[in-house]
């Protein structure tokens, strides 16, 4: 079973150092801690409703730890951040992720190239529509 910070780099190692966005680190744990929990020793988050779909802090928590110990570097845009793994955390992400079932592992990759592969907007909507509670507290104007 993994730990909180191995989950993370687990999770983020099949976008090869590729970035993140804050929905996607968000939904990414999200999907993960909702729908394989046991499977990764987790749930790891307590995801709670907010403006955009479930949110928890300690995401970005565990990033900026994990940035500290130079496992991901912190990408500065202009009112928001977003997140990859060097060199050392994909080393590291990879093992993590090569240390689990074949289910986990399998979920963890699909559900990277997901969220990596759609817009803000399709991956909110698709959040909501898939978990209607996670809706209660929502800003988002555009849900399907």
């Not at 989950?7 to 993960?32: D, Y």
């Not at 912190?74 to 080393?91: A, D, F, M």
């Not at 991956?123 to 209607?132: D, F, H, N, Q």
Request: hydrophobic share 40%; with cysteine.
């Amino acid at each position: 079973m993994l730990k909180r910070p191995e989950l993370v780099l687990a999770a983020m190692a099949p976008a090869k150092g590729g970035l993140h966005t804050p929905v996607q680190v968000q939904k990414l744990f999200f999907l993960i801690d909702r729908n394989i929990p046991t499977a990764v020793g987790g749930p790891h988050f307590e995801f709670k409703p907010y403006s955009y779909g479930p949110f928890d802090r300690a995401v970005y928590e565990e990033l900026e730890g994990l940035a500290a110990a130079g496992m991901c570097e912190i990408v500065k845009h202009h009112t928001w951040n977003s997140y990859r793994l060097t060199p050392l955390g994909q080393e590291q992400g990879t093992r993590f992720l090569a240390s689990l079932g074949d289910l986990a592992r399998s979920y963890i990759q699909h559900v990277s190239e997901f969220v990596r592969s759609h817009t803000f907007v399709e991956l909110v909507s698709g959040i909501y529509k898939a978990y209607p509670d996670m809706k209660v507290n929502s800003v988002f104007e555009n849900a399907r």
